[in-house]
């Protein structure tokens, strides 16, 4: 069973419209953290953020913000006024402590911002 | 300072051949990785090293084989290359329990 779906393959939105990535996790775990990383074109993947199973409070960056609800499973990420330079693929990502903190990636979602 | 440098970034060998492909971390991290990202960008966990010690250890063709010579050093030897594995390598590191994966660039094998 896939324990980190991000169900949108792909999403294309235009230059300042706000966009939500959906990212829904399984475990049985009680302490687990999630993650975002985005993959430019360039190809490097880049750290977002961390969350850990204990701490539900949204958190807002610039431009980005998640949402982690534990009630639906989910740790969503919305670029609000996206740009051109948003355009990547992003990575939802799950480490359980009973597994070792091993990482669980979903299949990522590719943006493209159209200008 | 790169925390995770692989070297080389690009490859490009012929069937058959072998190649290693080498990661080092100067983060301090006790945990190393290796991850094959395919055309699809789907990111699969190869292997797992904690303090030198092989923890994590997928389904793999045994003709990949890493190497863990100190906990900051975990390089990854291929022999017989396929073309199926052609891929980006990407080597990543993290302390156990606690952090986030840091990356390394990763490499870019091609198989002809």
């Known amino acids: 069973a896939q324990k980190v779906t991000q169900a949108q393959t792909e999403i294309s939105v235009v230059e300042k419209e706000d966009v939500t990535l959906d990212c829904v996790y399984e475990?049985?775990?009680?302490?687990?953290?999630l993650f975002w990383y985005k993959q430019p074109p360039s190809g490097e993947l880049v750290f977002l953020i961390r969350r850990n199973s204990f701490d539900e409070q949204n958190e807002i960056s610039g431009r980005y913000s998640w949402n982690f609800q534990k009630s639906t499973s989910s740790f969503n990420f919305t670029i609000t006024a996206s740009q051109v330079v948003d355009s990547a693929v992003y990575f939802c990502a799950l480490s359980e402590k009973n597994t070792g903190n091993q990482f669980y990636f979903g299949t990522g979602t590719s943006l493209t911002v159209i200008p | 300072d790169t925390a995770v440098s692989q070297t080389p970034k690009y490859l490009v060998t012929q069937m058959g051949n072998d190649k290693s492909i080498k990661c080092e971390q100067n983060?301090?991290?006790?945990?190393m990785y290796w991850y094959k990202q395919d055309s699809k960008k789907f990111l699969k966990i190869m292997f797992s090293y904690n303090n030198k010690e092989l923890i994590i250890n997928e389904t793999v063709p045994n003709r990949f084989s890493p190497k863990s010579p100190d906990k900051a050093h975990l390089n990854l030897h291929i022999n017989s290359l396929e073309l199926g594995d052609s891929a980006v390598y990407f080597c990543?590191?993290?302390?156990?329990?606690?952090?986030?994966?840091?990356f390394g660039e990763g490499s870019r094998l091609t198989v002809l």
């Open positions: 983060l301090g991290h006790d945990t």
């Open positions: 475990t049985r775990d009680t302490t687990y953290y």
């Open positions: 990543a590191s993290s302390q156990a329990g606690v952090g986030e994966l840091f």
